[in-house]
């Protein structure tokens, strides 16, 4: 019981720690958000004036006898090949161009590629590539107040919940360090745990829907040159939707219910005289 | 619950106090006060055969079952 114990002090002070760590990376996206000007550095946080991070999926349709150079970083922990596109510096003065000109009311960053075709992992044949697909994120900046704070409530949601689930956590296994049994006050936070992660799921999809609702699509085509093919890239917004959290959230109600009737035996074992 | 515990009335029978009676059954006065309030939700069967032998007595004689719709004879 004393290891139990010793368990859940710690992962309470580990809970503890990162609560308070993500509380602080929180009030300074805030601070930055609001009194920070914006710049036109490519690598700064975006801000209310800057505009607000979306992941987009990018396809990109190549002409067949192209040949598409690029640096390889494989990460293979995952057991997906995971491609890295760096910014050369031709690509970042361009950005600097794009950002800098009045005319344009968006501008796109394309932080990593995870390239694909026809759904499957490109390995080294980029060669005679039809349609390429990635993973990117593109940073919007709506003039329409009601989409901005759309954007905004999206960015903002997702570090919201880390922190409600971490405050959350750090109260259950207060309550478990307490006392390391049944307890309706464990299983009332773990189903506050679950349930705040399915809603953000939830949320999260609702207004990614809302957005794709709003952003079909950006298209961008060359012009078809003497002896060349269209080039055309074609961004739209992503859906997030992570199954894994999902199941994850309702294993957790389960359990919060199990602890449910684990408190009613314990509290009838402890009333049989 | 329509379980009554008639310990109260077998006590004051055998004249005897409840912390002898706890005592020599082996519980805690805290849980024989438990079982004479009739908050407790089981009883093993060990504590029945204690208590019975100690106040020598029948399972019968310290609970009766009255239902719920009966008036109390009180």
Not at chain 1, 26 to 53: E, M, Q, R, W
Not at chain 1, 232 to 245: A, C, K, S
Not at chain 2, 22 to 27: L, S, T
Request: glycine fraction near 4%.
């Amino acid at each position: 019981m004393k290891q139990k114990n010793r368990l859940a002090s710690r992962l309470y002070i580990i809970t503890t720690a990162a609560f308070v760590i993500v509380a602080i990376f929180t009030a300074y996206i805030v601070v930055c958000d609001i009194f920070v000007k914006p710049t036109n550095s490519l690598t700064s946080f975006p801000n209310h004036n800057y505009g607000y991070t979306v992941p987009v999926k990018i396809q990109l349709n190549q002409p067949g006898d192209s040949t598409l150079t690029y640096h390889n970083s494989d990460h293979s922990k995952s057991g997906q090949m995971t491609t890295s596109k760096h910014f050369t510096n031709e690509d970042k003065k361009m950005f600097q161009e794009i950002l800098k000109d009045a005319a344009y009311s968006k501008t796109l960053i394309i932080d990593s590629l995870t390239m694909r075709r026809d759904n499957k992992i490109i390995n080294k044949e980029f060669e005679n590539t039809a349609i390429l697909k990635a993973d990117g994120y593109m940073i919007l900046n709506p003039k329409n107040l009601g989409i901005k704070f759309l954007l905004a409530a999206k960015n903002y949601l997702l570090l919201f919940a880390i922190l409600f689930v971490l405050w959350s956590s750090r109260k259950f296994f207060k309550a478990l360090t307490k006392d390391f049994s049944f307890s309706s006050t464990v299983s009332r936070r773990l189903w506050i745990i679950g349930n705040a992660i399915l809603c953000y799921q939830v949320i999260n999809w609702v207004l990614c829907l809302i957005i794709q609702d709003i952003y079909d699509y950006i298209r961008v085509e060359s012009k078809p040159t003497l002896g060349h093919h269209t080039e055309m890239y074609v961004i739209y917004p992503d859906t997030e939707f992570n199954l894994g959290l999902v199941v994850l959230s309702l294993a957790l109600i389960v359990i919060s219910r199990l602890l449910d009737y684990g408190n009613d035996l314990q509290k009838e074992n402890e009333l049989t005289i | 619950m329509p379980i009554i515990i008639n310990l109260d009335v077998m006590l004051a029978k055998r004249k005897m106090r409840s912390n002898e009676l706890a005592e020599k059954v082996g519980i805690t006065t805290v849980n024989l006060s438990i079982l004479k309030t009739g908050k407790a939700k089981a009883i093993r069967f060990s504590t029945l055969e204690a208590i019975c032998e100690v106040l020598e007595c029948q399972p019968g004689d310290i609970m009766e079952y009255i239902p719920e719709d009966v008036p109390n004879k009180l």
